[in-house]
């Protein structure tokens, strides 16, 4: 078959169609960087001149989302990249009638959207690029902390949902003008879509609807990536979302690559555990996972991953390893 570009071959893939080989993309967080829109670009665009992925996942700190709320954090060495919350708004209930919708193009929203500029100015049309948001829950989770999120949405679930308005219309709005600003679609991260936090009903009642609200808005998009959080998540719940992708833990959890490719329509995101194998294995055991990735899926309707993000410390030559993964195996 003759070699594709990026964009060929995820269209390919979203298609179920035959590819030249499967695509593979990793992502990873930037400490520090992630603070200065031109630092985040910078690092995003030097990560993926090194490994060449089939795409970008743009993913700034999970507080960008809230910040203009009033969360504030820390970078204190996390391997993930993650910040530690040092602020939250929410301290009691009447707390929540502070949070309205915010203006996208504003704050942290409004550098965030920067990032995408200088991304689409340095990629074009070569290399698709995604952004990272959180749904309502989610944000609701940053704002208040763990724990906390479930203890309001139980007890004051009117007050809440008021709030998962606001949230919702925020969302909303900077996926729209994230689309705009070149982005090939948006990574959703749901947090709450996992029995060990949620039953399917207060799912369907906290969690679904804005979900599907904050996807409409990303309807001109044509690679936009669920992502499902945690432990024992609702895989079949959120399967008939509207989206091109669905990216969870699955090697921590069922279901398997091969299982999911017959209970979502879309590509699978996944084959590889970010910390046992890319952070403390060795290159031959993440080619090994890999290959049991792609043998499941047979490097169709598949994009070879991590079940999250790529811890900061991963090993290059493990990385390395997981990008030449694909080269090595020829698609079914």
Same mark, same amino acid.
């Given at each position: 078959m003759a070699k594709m570009n990026k964009r060929e071959r995820l269209m390919a893939a979203i298609a179920? %169609?035959?590819? $030249?080989?499967?695509?593979?993309? !990793?992502?990873?967080?930037?400490?520090? $960087?992630?603070?200065?829109?031109?630092?985040?670009a910078r690092a995003h665009l030097e990560f993926q001149k090194l490994y060449d992925f089939d795409f970008v996942k743009v993913t700034p700190s999970h507080n960008f989302c809230v910040a203009g709320w009033g969360v504030e954090e820390r970078y204190v060495g996390n391997?993930?990249? #993650?910040?530690?919350?040092?602020?939250?708004p929410i301290n009691r209930p009447d707390d929540w009638l502070?949070?309205?919708?915010? $203006?996208?193009t504003a704050g942290a929203l409004g550098r965030q959207l920067r990032v995408l500029e200088i991304l689409h100015d340095a990629l074009g049309d070569e #290399?698709?690029?995604? %952004?990272?948001?959180?749904?309502?829950? @989610? =944000?609701?989770?940053? !704002?208040?902390?763990?724990?906390?999120? !479930?203890?309001?949405?139980? %007890?004051?679930p009117s007050l809440m949902k008021q709030v998962l308005e606001a949230l919702t219309e925020t969302v909303v709005r900077f996926v729209s003008e994230a689309i705009r600003c070149g982005a090939a &679609?948006?990574? =959703? /991260?749901t947090m709450h879509a /996992?029995?060990?936090? =949620? /039953?399917?009903?207060?799912y369907r009642d906290f &969690?679904?609807?804005?979900d599907l609200r904050v996807l409409e808005a990303a309807r001109d998009g044509w690679f936009n990536v669920l992502h499902l959080h945690g432990e024992s998540v609702m895989f079949d719940l959120l399967a008939d979302y509207p989206v091109q992708a669905v990216n969870w833990h699955d090697r921590a959890g069922p279901p398997s690559l091969k299982?999911?490719?017959?209970?979502?329509? &879309?590509?699978?995101?996944?084959?590889? @555990? +970010?910390?046992? #194998?890319? !952070?403390?294995?060795?290159? +031959?055991?993440? %080619?090994?996972?890999?290959? $049991?990735?792609?043998? +499941? #899926?047979g490097g169709r309707r598949h994009v070879l991953g991590a079940g999250c993000v790529t811890p900061i410390t991963t090993p290059t030559c493990n990385i390395w390893a997981a990008r030449r993964a694909v080269e090595a195996f020829t698609p079914k």
């Open positions: 179920g %169609q035959p590819v $030249d080989r499967a695509p593979v993309a !990793l992502w990873r967080h930037f400490p520090g $960087d992630d603070h200065y829109p031109e630092e985040l391997n993930e990249g #993650t910040c530690e919350t040092i602020r939250r502070k949070i309205k919708p915010l $203006d996208p #290399t698709p690029f995604i %952004q990272t948001i959180f749904n309502p829950p @989610a =944000m609701v989770k940053f !704002l208040a902390g763990e724990r906390a999120d !479930l203890i309001y949405l139980r %007890q004051h &679609g948006v990574f =959703m /991260s /996992s029995y060990a936090l =949620m /039953s399917e009903a207060e &969690g679904r609807p804005y299982d999911a490719l017959g209970r979502f329509p &879309g590509v699978v995101i996944g084959g590889l @555990a +970010q910390w046992d #194998t890319l !952070l403390r294995g060795a290159p +031959q055991d993440v %080619q090994a996972e890999a290959r $049991d990735a792609l043998e +499941q #899926t």
